[in-house]
């Protein structure tokens, strides 16, 4: 049996119809129900629903064999998994944005706000930019506004919301999709039917 973490929402229900297209499916799971875990016995798969942003620990720690999360949580909380595949959606990118009229002079400490500490402080280090990370939990987009930060470091999609805030995009720090990431142990017990599925999956990403 392969344990599967799938990131609930949108990008979980995508997720799921690629696994259902590679021979994985598991038809309970879009019924209406709160259930959280799914099995096929037939096809040696189980599928739980977690908040995306736990996807990672859920594999790192073996609980999942598998899983599928954003390159953003990678980045963010390098966790040691094996990151097996590029799924080709969830698609956006980390960036950089301000107020239209901000400039960076360089000369004080840059404020930035973001739910992403780690990626902030690691691309403002490879620049040797002084910061001071303001952490906050969610619409970001606020913090220049108010003049609680100078900049914020956060995901764009469709940069709707940066435009209806008056924000513009000033720096690209990396793009972002799903992964299909796996836990070490797990892929030297199960390399076969791991790679069964990656493989699967694989043949999709391509032909999409
Ligand atoms: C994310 C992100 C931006 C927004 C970007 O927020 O933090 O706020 O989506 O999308 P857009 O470019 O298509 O407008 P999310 O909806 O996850 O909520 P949050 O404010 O709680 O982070």
């Known amino acids: 049996m392969i344990n599967v973490a799938l990131p609930k929402g949108r990008l979980g229900e995508k997720v799921y119809e690629m696994f259902a297209r590679s021979g994985y499916e598991c038809p309970e799971l879009l019924e209406p129900n709160r259930k959280l875990i799914f099995t096929n016995e037939e096809k040696g798969i189980s599928f739980f629903w977690v908040k995306p942003s ?35 959606i969830g698609k956006c990118k980390m960036m950089v944005a301000a107020k239209k009229e901000f400039y960076d002079f360089k000369d004080k400490t840059l404020r930035v706000a973001t739910k992403f500490s780690n990626i902030a402080k690691k691309y403002y280090e490879s620049k040797s930019r002084d910061i001071d990370i303001i952490k906050l ?11 609680l930060s100078d900049v914020i470091v956060d995901i764009v999609e469709t940069g709707a919301t940066l435009k209806e805030n008056n924000l513009e995009v000033k720096e690209i720090i990396a793009p972002i999709s799903a992964r299909l990431i796996g836990n070490k142990a797990s892929f030297k017990f199960k390399t076969k ?16």
């Open 193 to 208: 039917e791991i790679e069964n599925i990656i493989k699967r999956l694989g043949e999709l990403v391509k032909n999409d």
């Open 137 to 147: 939990n969610g619409s970001i987009e606020i913090a220049p506004i108010l003049g």
């Open 54 to 88: 736990d996807v990672s620990i859920y594999v790192e720690r073996g609980s999942a064999d598998i899983g599928v999360c954003g390159k953003d949580i990678l980045l963010e909380y390098e966790p040691d998994v094996y990151e097996f595949l590029d799924l080709n």
